[in-house]
């Protein structure tokens, strides 16, 4: 089954502890990206990736890391999390022929 | 780099009227518009696109325009259903690079 997965779905966190939100697609997808879903904001960019070790910032990279070092995962990073981070977070991934954005199931993080 | 506008934040309408969703994107050279639906507690997920070699392009009961040269794009709905309620996403895409979304609209079908 055609997937992108995220983990974990829910995490709470203290400021300054840094975290990891992981992302894996199993469609061979070229594009991923990360984006965060805030109540009147849409969906805004964090980062995105083009290939392996291939990545650029979106609208809102500041305070996140991504890195590519397969084409499958896709890694969201929070060296330092403040609670402006609060958000809930999606991985999406898509092809260069047919761009369908495939989402992942979402993961709420909560910044204290 | 690309940044595209969504109205209305909100929309209500009567089960069988139409819904008109309407977005403006900045890059001319964006050529790939697709529309995502996102119902409660869910992902997103596509509905319908429309590339920009097209002007209007129709599934059932949604249809999708495109205005190249304003530069906006629409999302029609006919025959609204209470299944229709959601929050609808446009977006927007450079051969498939970055896919900057707009702001999103609540949609509300009242029965």
Known sequence: EAQVTQNPRYLITVTGKKLTVTCSQNMNHEYMSWYRQDPGLGLRQIYYSMNVEVTDKGDVPEGYKVSRKEKRNFPLILESPSPNQTSLYFCASWGQGRIEAFFGQGTRLTVV | ?111
């Open chain 2, 1 to 111: 780099g690309e940044n595209v506008e969504q109205h209305p934040s909100t929309l209500s309408v009567q089960e069988g009227d139409s819904a008109v969703i309407k977005c403006t994107y900045s890059d001319s050279a964006s050529n790939y518009f697709p529309w995502y639906k996102q119902e409660l507690g869910k992902r997103p997920q596509l509905i319908i696109d429309i590339r920009s070699n097209v002007g209007e392009k129709k599934d059932q009961r949604i249809a999708v325009t495109l205005n190249k040269t304003a530069k906006h794009f629409s999302l029609h709905i006919t025959e609204t259903q209470p299944e229709d309620s959601a929050v609808y996403f446009c977006a927007a895409s450079l051969y498939g690079n970055k896919l900057v979304f707009g702001a999103g609209t609540i949609l509300r079908v009242k029965s």
